[in-house]
């Protein structure tokens, strides 16, 4: 088992920044992948980031350019720096661990979840 915790979430305008950090504990070994996924109201969760111990990324068009997935293994802990925020990007993000990559566009490709954090962007 993994436990997955996120943080960093919380208010900021538009044009601001903000860096989520997603700490996992239990069997961090285990996992291979890891992901974060958005859900806004209304909406189904939709992955925006993906990364895997062999180093493929992926990122949604959406945030493209603007949000950075990264690993520190050393302290098994996920970030999601994002930059250049829009009123769009609200939502509550979550952190996704998966043993395969193989089916990481989707939610069912992950074994683990976090409880979420709130991101909310002003206009």
């Known amino acids: 088992q993994v436990q997955l915790v996120e943080s960093g979430g919380g208010w900021v305008q538009a044009g601001g920044s903000l860096r989520l950090s997603c700490a996992a504990s239990g069997r961090p070994d285990s996992v291979f992948a890891m992901g974060w996924f958005r859900q806004a109201p209304g909406e189904e969760r939709e992955l925006i980031a993906a990364t895997s111990n062999d180093d493929p990324t992926y990122y949604a068009d959406s945030v493209k350019g603007r949000f950075t997935i990264s690993r520190d293994n050393a302290k098994n802990t996920m970030f999601l720096q994002m930059n250049g925020l829009k009123p769009e990007d609200t939502a509550v993000y979550y952190c996704?661990?998966?043993?395969?990559?193989?089916?990481?566009?989707?939610?069912?490709?992950?074994?683990?979840w976090g409880q979420g954090t709130q991101v909310t962007v002003s206009s």
């Open positions: 996704a661990a998966a043993r395969y990559w193989s089916n990481y566009r989707s939610t069912r490709g992950y074994d683990y």
